[in-house]
């Protein structure tokens, strides 16, 4: 069927024809960047924390008496936790994957240079690769030697006098890519820290919608505060078990403390991805909804248009057109009016993505979601105006004939 009527048919509708465009266009724009958010959080929910997730518990004990010695503390409760039926090992940290409390800091290669890379710090007492679980890949743990307190020389939490540092792999390779990083020497703080050690995996505790989500550094740094976090691994058919034994030892070791937040590693992934989970179903709700809108927008148009023109589809019957004629100029009507929208709401999808870069740090568009969004939208159009173009293409040639 020759297009040049139909272009003039959409000449003669200009209004209705620009609404619907501009309905596309921003329908187009809003799913391209909610289906990108929903791609980039539905991964974050299954990225491996590079820990032992299953046999991990934990609990948080906050000293409330100002003269103790908390490293002496911290290790009397530890050799009482370790003592204990059912746990493996035990220590204790500053934070976890998906604890929040993250301590920062820039990476810098040379003394005074600028930071290459922002990298999160976790500092626990001895055996931390294997009460967490991590998988060593390349080098060694801390010696015994190199473990100093936190509160080192009371400068800024010790971080420029530790000797070494164990990083990811992801750290490693954005720091020397193509290099092998042991031995080399980074600057976390003032001092120079010498890489000793490489693990597979290591989430940092808040992750963001950079690629930096294993960027970390563990540091032979040991908690000397009287708020911590002791970190018990066990079996998982012994988690719970195993917590209430360690609530009852370290309050029956001191009274005088506050334990609280007790719960296995699953229940604080569970809970750091509560909103997550909950922000999904709700962009899921929208964009769907925004669909749905669309959807009864272009149904609408057309069936409007085929009440419009029965007469004149009747004529066109009348001098031979087909039922399968009438359909396909139809659904090539609306293919034009989705693909002009499609074509503006791509522009509309990059600038509203720079949009929310700038205000919500967003990542940039991935260019996987723009097709995708297209194809979606056409075949939109298309099972949208299915109906109308079924009901035009049955209406008879005795219509012509009709007056009115």
Same mark, same amino acid.
């Given at each position: @069927? ?17 609404? @619907? ?225 360690? @609530? ?30 909950? @922000? ?35 004529? *066109? ?5 087909? *039922? ?81």
């Amino acid at each position: @069927m020759p297009h040049s009527p139909l272009l003039a048919s959409l000449g003669r509708h200009k209004l209705p024809v620009l609404l @619907m465009v501009m309905q596309v266009a921003l329908t187009c724009a809003i799913v391209c960047n909610v289906a990108a958010i929903l791609g980039h959080r539905i991964s974050q929910l299954g990225l491996p924390s590079g820990v032992a997730e299953n046999e991990l518990v934990m609990l948080e004990s906050i000293s409330i008496d100002a003269g103790t010695d908390t490293l002496a503390r911290h290790q009397a409760d530890l050799a009482a936790l370790r003592e204990l039926p059912g746990v493996r090992s035990a220590m204790a940290v500053d934070a976890l994957p998906f604890s929040g409390n993250n301590w920062s800091n820039g990476i810098a290669l040379t003394p005074g240079g600028d930071a290459q890379v922002t990298a999160s710090a976790y500092t626990g007492t001895q055996g931390e690769l294997d009460t967490l679980g991590l998988h060593l890949v390349a080098g060694r743990d801390f010696l015994p030697e190199e473990y100093l307190p936190e509160g080192s020389a009371q400068d800024w939490a010790g971080i420029n006098h530790v000797p070494s540092t164990i990083v990811t792999r992801a750290l490693a390779n954005q720091l020397f890519p193509g290099q092998d990083p042991l031995g080399k020497v980074i600057y976390p703080g003032d001092g120079p820290v010498r890489i000793v050690g490489v693990v597979d995996h290591l989430l940092r505790p808040v992750l963001d919608e950079s690629a930096g989500n294993e960027y970390a550094t563990l540091l032979p740094m040991l908690p000397d505060g009287g708020n911590v976090l002791y970190v018990m691994r066990t079996t998982p058919q012994q988690r719970e078990q195993v917590l209430q034994r360690a @609530m009852a030892r370290l309050a029956q070791l001191d009274g005088n403390r506050v334990l609280r937040r007790p719960q296995t590693f699953a229940q604080l992934r569970e809970d750091y991805f509560r909103r997550d989970r909950t @922000m999904i179903g709700l962009l899921l709700a929208a964009a769907g909804a925004l669909l749905l809108v669309t959807a009864a927008g272009i149904a609408g148009l057309a069936s409007f248009w085929v009440q419009q023109r029965r007469r004149s589809i009747g004529i *066109r019957r009348a001098v031979g057109a087909t *039922r399968r004629d009438i359909l396909r100029y139809v659904q090539v009507e609306n293919f034009l009016i989705v693909s002009g929208g499609i074509a503006l709401g791509v522009t509309l999808a990059y600038a509203l993505n720079v949009l929310l870069m700038q205000h919500y740090a967003l990542q940039r568009l991935p260019l996987m979601y723009v097709p995708a969004g297209a194809l979606a939208l056409w075949l939109l159009g298309q099972l949208a105006v299915l109906g109308p173009a079924r009901k035009a293409a049955s209406v008879p040639p005795v219509v012509a004939t009709r007056s009115g």
